[in-house]
C-alpha cells in the first residue's frame, strides 16, 4: 500500500512495516500429469521445493497419475504422506493427457495454475520467470523451447506443426506443444479440454479474449525412460487442429461454415439443372434428341444439389446442438485420491 508523504503514518510510527503486495507464487498450484514417470517424481518435488524456498513460494502441487503401470502411484502417495502441499490422484486407466490435466485443473485452488512434465525435461526453476510473466498483464504464458534436446525426426515435424497452428489460428506461438504454461484461474474456468486439446489451451483462451505470451525456457535432455509420444501423434495433432479451428470459428454458429458450404453447392447445382433444363428445352424446340442421361453434368449437379441440401441441414442441426446442449460428463474416471490435510481444509477457500 502506497502512503501520501503528507500523511504522518511513516514519522510517528516507524516500527509499522508498509503491507507489501503478496508474490503470485503464494497463489500457485502446478498440476503435473504423469505417465510411468517414477524415477523422476521424487526429484522433480525437491526440484520444486528448492525454488519454492528461494522465493517464498508456498504451492499446491497436484500430481495426476494418468493409468501408469508402474511405481508411479506408490511414489506419489508416499510424497503427499510427508508433503502436505503434495496431493495425488490417480486414473483407473490411461485417459490421455488433456483428461489429466482437466482432473488436475479442478482440483488446483491457486489463482495461477502452472503446468508441466513429470519427465524433468521441463525446468521448475523457469516458474519465477513465468510468474513475473503474468505479472505484465497476461493471461496465459506459453513456454518455448528454444533450444531443444530431442532427435530432429521429432523437432522438424513439431516446428511445422506449430508454424501450421499458428498460421491457421493466428495465434503466433513458436511452441504449442510446450507443455510447461501458466494460466490465470479465470482461463481454465471457460475453455473446456477434451480428446487431446491440451496443445491447444492458449489458442482456445485466445479465442476468448484472454491474453497470451511466451517465453524462452531451458530444455533439458531426457534423464529417464523413452519418450511417451510417436509418429502418430502429429496426425492426430492435425485432425484436433481442425477441430479447434472450427470451434475457435464457428463453435457458436456452426451453420455459418457448414450452410455456406451448402449453399455454395445448393446454387451450384440449381444451376447447373437450370441450364439442363434450358439446354433440354432448345434441343427439342429445334427438333432434336437431347440424350441428357448421357451427359455427366446431369450426376454431378444432382449431387451437388442433394450436397448442399444435407449440409444446410446438418447446419441446423448443429445449431439446435449449440443451442441447447450441455456440457458432458468428465472425460476421466478417478480411482483413488491422496486424503487432504486438515491445514488444507480451513485455509483453502
Known amino acids: ?48 521445493g528448492e525454488v519454492s524456498r528461494q522465493h517464498g513460494y508456498n504451492p499446491q502441487i497436484v500430481f495426476v497419475d494418468d ?39 479442478a482440483a488446483a485452488n491457486g489463482q495461477f495454475v502452472m503446468t508441466l512434465d513429470a519427465d524433468l525435461q521441463d525446468d521448475p526453476h523457469e516458474i519465477p520467470h513465468f510468474l513475473a510473466k503474468m505479472e505484465e498483464g497476461l493471461d496465459v504464458v506459453s513456454g518455448w523451447k528454444k533450444v531443444r534436446h530431442d532427435p530432429w525426426h521429432k523437432v522438424l515435424p513439431s516446428r511445422l506443426f506449430n508454424w501450421l497452428v499458428s498460421w491457421i489460428n493466428g495465434v503466433r506461438l513458436h511452441d504449442h ?26 489458442v482456445l483462451a485466445a479465442a476468448r479474449g484472454f491474453r497470451v505470451g511466451e517465453l524462452v525456457i531451458q530444455h533439458r535432455a531426457r534423464r529417464f525412460g523413452k519418450s511417451k509420444y510417436g509418429v502418430k501423434r502429429f496426425v492426430k495433432g492435425f485432425l484436433d487442429l481442425l477441430t479447434v479451428k472450427f470451434l475457435t470459428g464457428f463453435g457458436q454458429r456452426p451453420q455459418h461454415l457448414l450452410g455456406a458450404f451448402g449453399l455454395i453447392c445448393f446454387l451450384a447445382g440449381g444451376l ?78
Not at 83 to 91: H, L
Not at 276 to 301: E, N
Not at 332 to 343: D, I, L, M, Q
Open 1 to 48: 500500500m502506497m502512503h501520501d508523504s503528507a500523511t504522518p503514518i511513516a514519522s510517528t510510527a516507524p516500527d509499522l512495516e508498509t503491507p507489501q503486495a503478496e508474490s503470485p507464487g503464494q497463489h500457485l498450484s502446478i498440476v503435473i500429469p504423469v505417465f510411468n514417470e517414477e524415477a523422476s517424481l521424487s526429484l522433480l518435488r525437491q526440484e520444486i
Open 67 to 105: 493409468g501408469s503401470t508402474d511405481e508411479s502411484w506408490n511414489v506419489i502417495r508416499k510424497l503427499a504422506e510427508r508433503d502436505e502441499g503434495v496431493q495425488g490422484i490417480r486414473f483407473r486407466r490411461n485417459f490421455g493427457k488433456a483428461a489429466a490435466l482437466s482432473a488436475g485443473f
Open 177 to 202: 506443444n510446450c507443455g510447461m504454461k501458466c494460466y490465470r484461474r479465470e482461463v481454465l474456468g471457460e475453455v473446456h479440454l477434451y480428446g487431446e486439446l491440451h496443445r491447444f489451451v492458449p
Open 272 to 349: 447447373a439443372l437450370t441450364y439442363l433444363a434450358a439446354s433440354w428445352a432448345w434441343i427439342m424446340l429445334q427438333g432434336g434428341d437431347p440424350q441428357l442421361h448421357r451427359r455427366p453434368l446431369v450426376v454431378y449437379s444432382m449431387g451437388a444439389l442433394l450436397l448442399g441440401a444435407q449440409l444446410l441441414s446438418m447446419g441446423f442441426l448443429a445449431e439446435l446442438m449449440t443451442a441447447y446442449a450441455v456440457r458432458d460428463l468428465p472425460t476421466y474416471s478417478v480411482a483413488e485420491r491422496t486424503p487432504e490435510h486438515a491445514s488444507s481444509r480451513t485455509t483453502s477457500s
